[in-house]
């Protein structure tokens, strides 16, 4: 039942609603005097050295990119090849999967690579790319693209691929019923990836975000099956936002302890609130955080959970949305701080509204020029998520990954990280470590103890606004990111759950200097996401003592029980022995200050 004083507000909204896609997962500053220090992305530029070309060969020339051809692209980005490769040990497939591989901008030879895939399912990944953490950046809402001091191939090679079959570029039948198909497609590709660029014996690393919580579980999984190193030697997986569990988890009965901490954000009538609160309590829902988001867990969730939940239950994630758009029009389920006005996005997609207004011109990756000076087919229209099924009848038949592919993968790698944004809606956090809670790797149910270790991103040139006095620092503020305590951390048993304070559904996007971390630590380059060592390329900037850092930020749950941050009904939050106390705060603050200072040389 919808309370009768916002009708009228829904039928305003309504023809946005409709246009909406969910199917993706001021003060003046004070004049300063110029710095001395230089900024972290011209530093970044001014040291930059494009590498010499270290895969070219006979195989790879028709793919190669002009890395000062990219249009729009005013700046070099490096060693690049792209183009279509089969699905099959046969040349003349016509089911190709089309990719963009960048080399080590860094010139590195160590001989490692990383598949990033977006979700969807059919979404590109080269949103991801151009948005998230390729080399160069053009985000909503901004004039031109930037270069990306937080790409991940300053790193470690690597590719972003639009996969499965009709997504983005990628071209053939639809043939994929199951992740089983998808991870068997994929293999087909990447065995004549490695071949095509000699890359026999490489370590494997996958990563992605939102659907690619079950893509990139079945990839890894079928690699690891293969047994065959010379491919496929996978050594670890990130997976952001990911689906990995049950419909209903992942929704609905996790909303209301999101609406409830976020309560600022969803500024409900008191009738309304109490009305979703009700339907919190009558659904079960609060029973079920209380009994299970607990640690360690208390027994295994049930596996028949989605058919004892009501149609008005299951709809209270969608009850929720449809009244918070009455009172924020530009609501984006992706990012929920997010407010109006609209901007325009370069894939016509900011958040989770669809968006181009007059005079702004196809899609980025639909232009012509840019098609030509990537090897795309000019006949593809191309579209950031596909308007057709990516799976026969659109139903992808594979159990949840935490069932059975993705402990594999923990078990066997050692090296997993889940990573959750906070202000994520599409995919709620409690939903993510519910699912962790049910899921059994390394012979034990969930993670024994809660997460409230503290997620340290290192201070870095340019981690404040405040750093950038002048004009000529202007285009640092392309690249912008935070530092300090960021989140919370956790590992237990080659399993880590990292969340990431404001930051939405897309983490490299929102808060990419996070996710360069949560890299390196992929990569074996910090021993944690507690570690205070300086970044891999700013090993001069003084960071703060480890033993400053107090407990991690932001919740480690939404939950009424003890464990994490309690949450009262009237949407009061009060910390709990899983939150760091104000002393803690304010001693970590000090650190940090200290820490600042000293970087500037202040």
Not at 50 to 74: C, L, M, Q, S
Not at 550 to 555: D, Q, S, V
Request: charged fraction near 15%.
């Amino acid at each position: 039942m919808r309370v009768p004083a916002i009708v009228a507000g829904l039928l305003s909204v309504a023809a946005v609603s409709e246009a909406r896609s969910w199917q993706h997962v001021g003060k003046k500053q004070h004049n300063k005097p110029a710095r001395s220090e230089i900024n972290h992305l011209e530093h970044y530029l001014a040291t930059r050295k494009v590498p010499e070309p270290r895969f070219a060969n006979d195989n790879t020339t028709k793919f190669a990119v002009n890395g000062t051809g990219i249009p729009d692209v005013d700046f070099d980005v490096g060693e690049s090849y792209s183009g279509y490769l089969p699905i099959s040990d046969d040349p003349n497939d016509k089911n190709e999967l089309f990719f963009w591989f960048f080399a080590n901008s860094e010139g590195s030879n160590a001989k490692e690579i990383l598949i990033w895939l977006n979700g969807g399912p059919g979404c590109s990944s080269f949103e991801g790319l151009i948005q998230e953490n390729g080399p160069f950046q053009w985000q909503y809402g901004t004039y031109q693209p930037v270069p990306n001091p937080w790409a991940w191939n300053r790193l470690i090679n690597t590719v972003w691929v639009e996969q499965p079959i009709g997504t983005g570029f990628s071209r053939g039948e639809i043939t994929a019923t199951s992740e089983e198909d998808v991870a068997k497609q994929f293999l087909g590709f990447w065995k004549n990836f490695i071949e095509t660029f000699s890359l026999q014996g490489y370590k494997v690393y996958i990563t992605g975000e939102s659907y690619a919580g079950a893509y990139c579980p079945y990839i890894a999984s079928a690699m690891l099956d293969a047994n065959d190193t010379t491919y496929y030697d996978l050594s670890g997986m990130i997976i952001y936002d990911p689906v990995i569990g049950n419909d209903v988890v992942q929704d609905a009965t996790t909303t209301v302890p999101f609406v409830d901490y976020h309560h600022n954000l969803f500024p409900f009538n008191s009738s309304f609130n109490q009305h979703i609160h009700d339907l919190h309590n009558s659904c079960g829902f609060a029973d079920y955080h209380d009994k299970y988001l607990t640690y360690p867990p208390s027994g295994p969730q049930p596996s028949n959970y989605s058919d004892t939940v009501s149609d008005e239950c299951n709809g209270l994630w969608q009850l929720v949305m449809d009244n918070v758009l009455s009172v924020n029009p530009c609501f984006d389920v992706y990012q929920v701080a997010t407010t109006c006005p609209l901007l325009w996005d370069v894939l016509g997609f900011p958040g989770s509204i669809t968006y181009s207004p007059a005079g702004s011109g196809p899609l980025y990756f639909d232009r012509e020029d840019v098609k030509r000076a990537i090897h795309a087919d000019l006949n593809t229209t191309w579209e950031a998520c596909a308007l057709e099924d990516v799976f026969v009848n659109g139903t992808d038949t594979s159990d949840p990954t935490t069932w059975r592919v993705l402990p594999h993968v923990i078990d066997t790698t050692k090296n997993v990280i889940i990573g959750h944004g906070t202000l994520d809606m599409i995919l709620l956090p409690n939903g993510t470590l519910l699912s962790i809670q049910n899921m059994t790797w390394g012979g034990q149910l969930g993670f024994q103890k809660p997460p409230v270790e503290p997620f340290f991103v290192p201070y870095h040139k340019d981690s404040t606004a405040s750093d950038i006095y002048n004009e000529a620092d202007a285009l640092a503020l392309g690249s912008i990111t935070g530092a300090g305590i960021m989140g919370t951390a956790h590992t237990e048993r080659g399993l880590t759950f990292v969340s990431i304070d404001l930051s939405g559904h897309m983490v490299p996007q929102y808060a990419p200097s996070a996710a360069f971390r949560h890299l390196e630590f992929l990569l074996g380059r910090v021993d944690s996401l507690s570690s205070t060592k300086a970044f891999t390329f700013e090993s001069n900037v003084t960071q703060p003592a480890a033993n400053t850092l107090g407990n991690g930020t932001g919740p480690a749950t939404f939950s009424k029980s003890g464990s994490g941050n309690s949450t009262s009904g009237n949407g009061s939050s009060t910390p709990s022995k899983g939150a760091a106390s104000s002393l803690t705060t304010a001693t970590s603050l000090v650190a940090v200050v200290v820490a600042m200072c000293a970087a500037l040389n202040l």
